[in-house]
């Protein structure tokens, strides 16, 4: 059977009164939608930037931690906890790792995505370790960025593969 005109004209008048809300809640949202899109462009190109300094020799994705930086390490492996302050973590964490690596690690970044405040950049990394052997492990970071910093991390990775090299390779002493 077709439709009345009375139906169409009410079928059209519903259509036009859902395409107004919708509309209406797009407007209203636009300048905070917009600001968390800007926040997530500007926080993400600051990531990749760290990113590729990192690979570069000359800076790392670190020197964007706040000095009240909570990093999580998560899962089980040796290293696996909560490190209150970026000190805590770079003393703990960074600096011993560092001192077990005959080269750096080279990131090479995946993916990276950004909302708003948030990033998440999947990666791997690579480097050779001071007893010659190669260390190789991917890595899953979600950060929580304000004003360009990273004020709290989770980070994910291969623990087997990373308790290896710290039970295997001892430090570099200290200069």
Do not use: C, H
């Not at 169409?8 to 209406?24: E, H, P, Q, S």
């Not at 990113?51 to 089980?76: K, N, Q, V």
């Amino acid at each position: 059977m077709l439709p009345t005109l009375k139906t169409r004209t009410r079928d059209i008048y519903n259509a036009a009164l859902g395409v107004a809300a919708t509309t209406v809640a797009l407007v209203a949202i636009q300048p905070e939608a917009r600001a968390s899109f800007d926040t997530g462009i500007r926080n993400k190109a600051a990531v990749q930037q760290s990113f590729d300094a990192w690979r570069g020799g000359t800076g790392s994705p670190y020197d964007l931690l706040a000095d009240d930086a909570r990093w999580t390490i998560e899962g089980y492996s040796v290293a696996s906890r909560t490190y209150p302050t970026k000190e805590a973590f770079m003393r703990e964490v960074i600096r011993p790792f560092n001192a077990r690596m005959q080269a750096p690690l080279k990131p090479t970044v995946r993916s990276l995505y950004a909302d708003g405040d948030t990033v998440v950049v999947f990666f791997d990394a690579r480097g050779t370790a001071r007893d010659g052997q190669p260390y190789a492990n991917t890595y899953a970071w979600f950060l929580d960025m304000r004003n360009g910093q990273i004020i709290r991390a989770s980070a994910f990775f291969d623990a087997i593969e990373f308790n290896d090299l710290w039970a295997r390779v001892a430090p570099a002493p200290a200069n």
